[in-house]
């Protein structure tokens, strides 16, 4: 990993900024799927925290690079003007398989394994122009700001086979997935030939304008829009068969306003509304290999923001409702892959997401930091059921930080609970896995040693709790949550 940013001022009120961040990271057995949760009876499997579905021990190379550069020009008036302009690219090549496919039986024999060799690059560049500054309207100082964002990607997939035909896709195992040594006959033999090949470009361009007006002493209003201009193009090709397929979907011009209002109550309460129109183009196929229609619909929050104790205790609380047609869902009446090994998608409308969130955060004591959340969510479609039950609807997020008064030492704690999440499926296996709720407990400290340099030491799952951190709607997989670890690290500065 190399990262570095040079700063330099230009003029009395200019400031130019670069950097470059180079990342690369060699794993070997790779876990790239989840593991098998229902068995061919119906029940569920229950897997110890380090059984690891990646197989293979063949390494896998993954490089990540960015350079951007950022001027920023302050013109005096209370006005500022910024240019960012970055470009990414990655490089994904190497070996893939893992142990997340099949029916097995309660005792773990008949696990499948998918995937193969992986050769996949992409490209981005990214452009923001922005300007934003105080205005005198009607005797009353107001905020506007206006800005142009753009950005270009391609992304290049090579799909292997082997020479002789070997497939990695639906090999079984040897023996089972409980005590799996990872072995995966032939996998070395699947970087033989490029056999299919896809291309993905999106272009996405938006000119945005907004303004914070304050109508009265306590009454604000934020309104603006944005006009997206968006450019999706996807060609495939069979190089052992010679098909080749194109796709291409174009939006112009699309607006997509928002306005809300805000009102001081008092010295120490505000009350704010919203409304924003949604908008999304997915890149997900239907069953038919077609791009799906975007997403649109309108977002709507109502809530409220306190201070106390002088500012330095802080509540935030809201409700929000979320309305949208043609939202992408998995086609559960389908058994089948697309070419380039994706699943197909189908657009459903009059969906409804509606949630609540409240948060509570700040010194309670001298040298005492507490932060408490919650969340509720739902979401249902037009017929009133819940589009996914792998997301939780209940969520507490809870954690607590103090700082000595006699040595530079903090010592800090946390916890996170959720509620249950399941899901059942009919392909490619009948039955239903769930994780009741649970709750991770966590430690940290961190001493300075007042010259540059200080050590820290975090604790994740203190009491090594088991549970499922993410069900697959699609694969009836899952992938266990991490069991206790530490963290030390040390951090110098000059």
């Given amino acids: 990993m190399l990262y570095g940013v040079v700063e330099a001022d230009v003029g009395d009120a200019g400031t130019l900024s670069a950097g470059y961040d180079f990342q690369r990271n060699r794993t070997r057995n790779h876990q790239f799927g989840g593991l098998p949760l229902i068995a061919n ?5 229950d897997y110890d925290t380090s059984t690891n579905a990646g197989g293979g021990n063949l390494p896998l190379t993954q490089t990540m690079q960015t350079l951007f550069l950022r001027y920023a020009q302050d013109f005096g008036t209370g006005w500022q003007a910024v240019g960012e302009l970055s470009f990414y690219r990655a490089e994904r090549e190497g070996y893939l398989a893992s142990a997340s496919w099949g029916s097995p039986d309660p005792r773990g024999h008949g696990v499948q394994t998918v995937g193969g060799y992986a050769d996949t690059d ?3 560049a990214a452009l923001s122009l922005t300007a934003s500054g105080p205005v005198e309207l009607w005797g009353r100082s107001h905020d506007l700001r206006f800005g142009i964002t753009g950005s270009w990607g391609k992304d290049n997939h090579k799909a292997y086979s082997a020479f002789d035909g070997t497939e990695i896709d639906y090999q079984p195992i040897t023996g089972s997935i409980f005590d799996w040594d990872g072995y995966v006959p032939n996998l070395v033999q699947q970087a033989g030939y490029v056999s299919y ?9 938006a000119a945005y304008g907004s303004g914070r007006f304050d109508l009265t002493d306590r009454l604000d209003l934020i309104a603006g829009a944005r006009v997206v201009w968006y450019d999706y193009d996807y060609t495939t090709s069979n190089l052992d068969s010679g098909a080749t397929t194109h796709q291409q979907i174009s939006r112009n011009g699309e607006w997509i306003p928002y306005a809300g209002l805000t009102y001081d109550l008092n010295d120490d309460w505000l009350i704010h509304a919203s409304y924003t129109r949604d908008f999304k183009q997915a890149s997900y196929r239907d069953k038919d290999n077609r791009i799906v229609e975007p ?7 109502l809530g ?3 201070s106390f104790a002088g500012d330095r205790l802080n509540l935030a609380a809201a409700i929000y409702l979320l309305e949208q047609d043609n939202l992408p869902v998995r086609d559960r009446s389908v058994t089948y892959q697309l070419p380039d090994g994706s699943n197909p998608y189908k657009s459903i409308d009059g ?3 509606k949630g609540f969130e409240m948060e509570l955060a700040g010194e309670v004591r001298p040298n005492i930091q507490l932060a408490a959340s919650y969340a509720y969510t739902t979401a249902k479609d037009g017929d009133g ?12 997020k809870l954690s607590g930080v103090y700082a000595f008064e006699t040595m530079p030492l903090i010592l800090g704690a946390s916890l996170r609970w959720q509620s249950a999440i399941e899901n059942t499926w009919v392909w490619p296996v009948t039955g239903t896995a769930r994780q009741g709720s649970y709750a991770v407990v966590g430690l940290m400290g961190r001493y300075d040693f007042q010259n540059g340099m200080s050590v820290s030491l975090n604790i994740d799952n203190l009491f090594d709790r088991k549970y499922l951190a993410s069900i697959d709607e699609t694969y009836a997989t899952g992938n266990c949550g991490a069991p206790r670890n530490a963290t030390l690290s040390l951090d110098c500065r000059f």
């Fill in 197 to 205: 090949v896809s291309d993905t470009k999106i272009d996405q361009v």
């Fill in 122 to 124: 992409t490209e981005q």
């Fill in 304 to 306: 409220t923001k306190a």
């Fill in 41 to 45: 009876d119906g029940s569920q499997l």
């Fill in 295 to 301: 997403t649109t619909g309108s977002n709507y929050e």
């Fill in 385 to 396: 059921l819940r589009i996914s039950t792998v997301t939780p609807r209940h969520s507490v």
């Fill in 351 to 353: 969906t409804r997401s």
